[in-house]
Structures are given as C-alpha cells and as structure tokens.
C-alpha cells in the first residue's frame, strides 16, 4: 500500500487516506452577508466526491470585519451555521471528513475579488476599516485601527464562538488561519507587532494571542474534535517569523491542545524573494516536524502522485494538502490512486458502471 492511501487518525477521527483538501478562498457569498450557497456545496462536495480524505472549507471569517472581501464566507451567527449544513453534510456522505478554517484578516480586510475590482475597497463602496495588531497598512491596502488590549481579548472569545459554530454546523475538523499575514500573524511577527501590551514584545507574548485561542477552542469543542493550526514558517525577512520561531511556537500550541501544524509560508510583507519550485515548502515542513512531537502537513507545488508519495516515505510529513492541483482536478486523488496501483473502495457508486474506472 502506498502511504499517501494509509489512513491517518487525529484524536476522534479517521482519514481513509492522506491527501487532504486545504482551504481555498472562492469569494462567492454573492450577498455579502457570508452566507454560503450552492456554488460551495458544489465545489467542495466535488473534491469530497473526487477521494480526498478530508476537504476543507475556505477561510471563513469569525466575525464581519475579518473577511478578506465582501464576498468571503462567515460563521459569525446563526443563519451561516444553517447555510453550511447541507455541505457538512454533504462531504461526510462522500465518505470525506468536513474541515473548516477559521480565519480572521487583520490589515488585509477589506478588498476586492479579483474580478470585481483592484486593491482595498473604499468605505463608500461596502468596505470597512481593518484592525490588527498595528496601524501600518499593508501596501494599498486600507490603514487598519491598532486593536486595544480589550479588544484582543473579546477576538478571543469571538474565535471561541466561531469554532463552536463550526461543530453546530457539522464540522469535524477545525484549523486557525495563522498564516499569510493574516490576523494571527500580523500578532506572532515582529515585523508587525511592536506592541507594548502583553500581546507584544517577546516571542512568548507575541504567540499568546493565538495560544489563548487553541486554549479556549479546545476547552470548547472538547477532546474528540482535532484542532488543526496553519502557519507561515516563514516571513523571508531576517527580521520576522522563522521557521525556528514557527516551531516553538508549535510546541506551545501543542500543549495548549492543538494536534496538527499545517506548514506553508510568506504573506505577511511584499518585497521579499520566495524560492518557488515543485514542492517549495515540504523543508519548512520537515523543520517544524524536526522539533514538535505532532503530525505535521506539507503544501505547495505538489503536483503529481510520484512526488506526493515520495514525499512521505522520504520525510516525517504525514499529510499531503493540494490546493491549485485539485483545481485542475477535483478527482486527483482517484487519479493518484490509479497511478500508484492502489484499490480503492471510494470510487462514487455512480461512477463505477460498465468498464470504468479501470482500476
């Protein structure tokens, strides 16, 4: 059996294999209000179809002003909750398990879908005002308020209250957005947050803002639900998150009740060289695994199954996210399965008449 088939458990629950959906934002709540529709149950119920062993909804804002865009998915109040049911639903019939991540963009709130506009979008056409842990701005992008002490406090509760939505709406799995120069890394960096509080100044200070979320989630959502947390391992700036900082700071989530550090990079500041190529990012990952006693991911340019499943039997990474190639091919990993000689018993009822699939 090829290891990208193997299932993998985390805490209460089971992956039928290793190749795992990560969040991609659609940008398709067409009334801005962060209710789901048709098209999300459509695009993930795909790839749940397609043999992903977990598929994992967008970036889902906890609150209004933590959407990226107008038209970015939420999980703030009641009717979201209701609207994501049916997709919940839906992946777990495939046999998937239904992931979300809760995210929140700090400074880089508030612009437009790349076709419907360009750059920030003004308060006079549906945007708002970000908050962070700073009042710099991301370049072109709106200035954001620097969030008070109390008010970092009340986010916390607010991603508390996101991550019990998500479980109401069927979620098995829950991962915080802490990467990309969104929210939670605009407080772990130090290119970012110069505060004086105790969200600011030491590496540990720095980190409490997300510690203190994976606190109060676990506590929330119980022991069976994993808690999964994205991060950038990497500002490629010599001054801010690296890939040092990124592990001990896993280690600190770890034993606030996190299961799993999913490993990406960059997003936080523009001006900097990324070293991108075919599997870019599996270093970064092998790093953090390198010094944090949990299962970890890799993402990034992996685009066929060789190089997946070499990944794993050559490294310590235990799951393989796809993101742009499960884009191409929402059934990629009933394609991996065929490529690597693998049976599989996944395969839609419907899909299965006659001679194909040839597997």
């Given amino acids: 059996m090829a290891k990208l088939f193997e299932r993998i458990s985390v805490r209460g629950i089971t992956s039928r294999n290793r190749i795992w959906i990560a969040p991609m934002c ?110 710099e701005a991301f370049p072109e992008y709106n200035t954001p308020r620097e969030l008070s002490t109390a008010e970092v406090k009340e986010l916390i509760g607010q991603w508390v ?59 929330a959502i119980g022991e069976e639900i994993p808690l999964l947390v994205r991060f950038s391992a990497t500002d490629y700036h010599p001054d801010g998150f690296t890939v040092e900082a990124c592990s001990e700071v896993a280690r600190w989530c770890h034993e606030a009740g996190a299961d799993l550090f999913d490993i990406s990079s960059g997003g936080l500041i523009t001006g900097v060289k990324i070293p991108v190529g075919p599997g870019y990012q599996v270093p970064l990952s092998q790093e953090v695994s390198d010094q944090v006693d949990a299962p970890v991911s890799a993402v990034g340019l992996i685009t066929d199954a060789k190089q997946a499943e070499e990944i794993l039997q050559t490294t310590d990474i235990d799951i393989i996210m796809i993101a742009r190639l499960s884009l191409r091919d929402p059934y990629w990993p009933l394609r991996a399965a065929h490529e690597l000689g693998v049976q599989v018993n996944y395969w839609p009822n419907q899909y299965t008449r006659g001679t194909y699939p040839a597997n």
């Fill in 26 to 135: 659609m940008y398709s709540c067409e009334n801005k209000d962060g209710v789901v529709n048709n098209w999300h149950l459509v695009h993930l119920g795909s790839r749940a179809s397609g043999g992903a062993g977990l598929v994992m909804a967008e970036a889902t804002a906890i609150r209004p002003d933590g959407r990226i865009s107008p038209w970015d998915a939420g999980i703030w109040n009641e009717e979201q909750v209701e609207a994501w049911k049916p997709v919940t639903e839906f992946i777990k019939s495939q046999g998937s398990l239904a992931a979300i991540q809760l995210a929140h963009a700090g400074r880089k709130a508030s612009v437009y879908r790349s076709w419907s506009g360009d750059g920030a979008v003004p308060l006079s056409a549906d945007g708002w005002q970000p908050v962070s842990s700073t009042n």
């Fill in 161 to 219: 209250q996101a991550a019990i939505n998500s479980v109401k709406a069927g979620f098995q799995v829950i991962e915080i957005h802490a990467a990309h120069g969104y929210l939670v890394h605009q407080f772990l960096s130090p290119l970012t947050n110069h505060r004086s509080d105790e969200f600011g100044g030491s590496a540990q200070n720095r980190a409490r803002f997300l510690v203190e979320i994976v606190k109060g989630m676990r506590q």
